[in-house]
């Protein structure tokens, strides 16, 4: 059995995402039917999926679940509403993954949201930045993808490099998706073939 390879995905679900909302949602769950293909055909690298949306609330569909779970997701309830609590959702996130993650166990974290922060209370950007440096010193990747907004402001902000940050087009989303899953193969097939190590990780 292979290490583990830990997808934790932050989805924004707050008001303005309403407009794409549909084929977003079609793209999240054509790449979570891919993870499960993945695993289906490469089963000695387990990977678990960690999914979450947000918008002023937070909202933790399933941690470290084994693809066949994706499944259970009840998507008829995750809709566009209110704010964004972009630092809480990140905040929260890896603080609930973290013990879940064993040693030399890689951790994926792809952020996509369509604007900045404006309504957390927990979370500062000090705070998320800190977290992430922490988390990237142990070997944890971090993406994240803005939409039609300034993302690589908002992202250096909480501990990103400029190479870590994307901006896209709401519309683009299902070609990203497909573009991270097939990454995601590759990155199984080599730690099955044992090309892959602990410092030899997934990239983008």
């Given at each position: 059995?292979?290490t583990k ?46 999914f979450v ?148 990780k997934f990239?983008?």
């Amino acid at each position: 059995m292979k290490t583990k390879t830990h997808y934790l995905l932050v989805l924004d679900q707050s008001g303005s995402m309403a407009s794409d909302w549909n084929s977003t949602i079609q793209a999240v769950q054509t790449q979570f039917k891919g993870i499960q293909s993945i695993q289906n055909e490469i089963p000695d690298v387990p990977l678990e999926v960690t999914f979450v949306t947000f918008s002023d609330q937070y909202y933790q569909h399933c941690i470290a679940a084994p693809p066949i779970e994706l499944n259970n997701i009840p998507w008829n309830i995750i809709f566009p509403n209110s704010n964004t609590a972009l630092l809480d959702a990140i905040g929260k996130s890896i603080s609930n993954l973290e013990s879940r993650v064993g040693e030399n166990e890689d951790v994926i974290c792809l952020i996509f949201t369509d604007g900045g922060e404006n309504s957390s209370r927990e979370f500062t950007y000090e705070k998320v930045k800190v977290l992430i440096e922490s988390k990237k010193e142990k070997g944890w990747q971090f993406n994240m993808i803005g939409a039609d907004f300034d993302a690589l402001y908002e992202g250096m902000q909480i501990g990103l490099n400029q190479h870590e940050i994307q901006n896209f087009s709401k519309k683009d989303l299902p070609q990203y998706m497909a573009f991270l899953e097939n990454s995601l193969k590759d990155h199984s097939s080599s730690k099955s073939r044992n090309t892959a190590s602990f410092f030899s990780k997934f990239k983008f």
